[in-house]
């Protein structure tokens, strides 16, 4: 099954909502317990202090995962740059997606974007899998801006193929990081495309993070392929 990276702030009692659990139970799951050092703190010392308390509560949330339908194991890191680390982590152990955790419910409505620079098919394939049989129904979004980047039509009938409800929204004059903030509300979750790296993303910060702290759900960041994949 395809897997899904979780960080979780271990030492700060972060938690995972159980919808977000629920929703991941068609995959595998990789539940990256970090904490953040200040700098110049060693991480030798920063483990020896907080390994045993970290690993019983990474145990926890990982049987959890177990619980509600797929594997699932976990990390522990100790380190300066969470996002690094998550995309290291990816990286190791394969991962196809990796999740930004919000607070939601039962999630039965699913938002996903289809905006800017992202590996389209991946997306969707993602989603299908996601999803699975269950009766969670999606919206395809995208900005008009971005039109002939994507074609819904197409990203459509293959969601309709594998039996999932989906209806699709193309937003007039805004930007694709309003359209889908706009969105937000009426969705328990997003799926969203990781953006190749770009001036933007280092001025402002990445889009994933900037919609993740707009909004109040989930977020699941489809990764981009590696670059011989492309």
């Known amino acids: 099954m395809t897997r899904v990276v979780v960080p979780v702030a271990v030492l700060k009692n ?7 659990m629920n929703l ?12 953040l050092l200040p700098e110049q703190t060693p991480p030798d010392q920063a483990r020896l202090q907080y390994e045993e308390r ?3 509560a990474l145990s926890d949330v990982t049987e959890e995962f177990r619980e509600a339908g797929g594997d699932a194991d976990y990390r ?14 990816a990286d190791e152990v ?16 699913l938002l996903v974007s289809l905006s800017g620079d992202v590996a389209a098919d991946r997306i969707i394939e993602f989603v299908i899998e996601l999803v ?32 999932i409800g989906v209806r699709t929204t193309v937003a007039e ?13 009426d969705h328990d979750a997003i799926v969203m495309g990781e953006q190749a790296p770009s001036l933007g993303s280092f001025l402002l910060g ?23 994949q492309e």
């Not at 972060?14 to 977000?20: R, T």
């Open 132 to 163: 699975g049989d269950r009766d969670i129904e999606v919206t395809l979004l995208r900005a008009a801006s971005d039109e002939g980047v994507v074609s819904l039509a197409d990203a459509r009938s293959k969601l309709v193929d594998a039996g």
């Open 14 to 20: 972060e938690s995972v909502p159980l919808g977000l």
């Open 206 to 228: 990445e889009v994933t993070e900037r919609v993740a702290a707009e909004s109040v759900g989930p977020v699941l960041v489809v990764r981009r392929p590696p670059p011989e």
């Open 24 to 35: 991941l139970s068609t995959m595998d799951v990789t539940v990256l317990g970090y904490h």
């Open 54 to 56: 970290a690993n019983e």
């Open 76 to 89: 522990l890191v100790f380190t300066g740059d969470r996002q690094k680390t998550v995309r290291r982590v």
């Open 173 to 185: 004059d805004v930007s694709p990081l309003d359209a889908l903030l706009e969105a937000v509300p």
């Open 94 to 109: 394969s991962a196809e997606a990796y999740a930004i955790t919000g607070v939601t419910g039962a999630v039965d409505r």
